[in-house]
């Protein structure tokens, strides 16, 4: 079937309207999903880290409070600001940072060995605590040396798992970002490479619609001077 000169030109212009259509709804996909994904990076990943961070600072603090109460516990007036120091920074860590960190840790986006970082991190926190309250008693009628005893080696894995939590969370977060930029670049090239496309049918239609406007324009020339003649 013969296309005349109109409908190969309309053809052409909807050759070109699909092409850039299909282009643009893969970008708007691409886009949306690297969205998502620097989304995710900032309000889990990031706050993840955070939140981590606040409760190792806190558990630091804790730890401190503990070794100060064993040195200068003769001390009533130190004895007193050191506990309330320790149950300070304890109730900021169950109170504040665990529920920002826990809420999630429950995401789907948490891989099991980050939920295992968090769970052994619990575990070490609870052997320090139960160690703290078996040693403070200890302390006040044994001395400093039984409560070290008990209160040795408790606790010092915890600030590890949290630091383990974090890199992972890091390394993540970099993949994440490493693959939208990806898909930010194939992006770009998409578009490009749609744009040459269609530049290239509407030169490709433009000559051969020229061609063909030439053609005719001849023929009638021709057929005037023969009827001339």
């Not at 890199?167 to 194939?186: F, P």
């Amino acid at each position: 079937m013969q296309l005349n000169i109109g409908k190969r030109l309309g053809l052409a212009f909807g050759v070109v309207v699909v092409v850039m259509v299909v282009a643009g709804g893969f970008a708007l996909y691409q886009l949306n999903t690297s969205s998502t994904a620097f989304r995710d990076v900032s309000e889990h990943e990031m706050t993840v880290a955070l939140a981590a961070f606040g409760i190792r600072s806190n558990f630091d603090e804790m730890v401190w409070a503990t070794k100060n109460i064993l040195l200068r516990g003769t001390d009533r007036e130190a004895f007193s600001r050191e506990i309330e120091t320790f149950n300070y920074k304890k109730n900021r860590l169950e109170t504040m940072w665990q529920p920002m960190l826990e809420s999630i840790l429950a995401g789907p986006d948490i891989t099991d060995e980050q939920r295992k970082f968090y769970d052994d991190f619990k575990n070490e926190y609870a052997v320090f605590l139960d160690a703290w309250e078996q040693s403070l008693p200890v302390y006040q009628s044994r001395g400093r040396e039984a409560a070290d005893a008990i209160m040795k080696g408790k606790g010092r894995m915890t600030s590890d798992h949290l630091i383990e939590l974090v890199r992972s969370l890091r390394a993540q977060a970099l993949k994440d970002m490493e693959d939208a930029a990806a898909r930010t670049r194939m992006v770009v090239i998409t578009m490009l490479v749609a744009f040459l496309v269609a530049v290239l049918i509407a030169v490709i239609s433009t000559f051969y619609i020229a061609r063909q406007l030439a053609t005719a324009i001849e023929g009638m020339t021709a057929g005037g001077r023969g009827k001339k003649k």
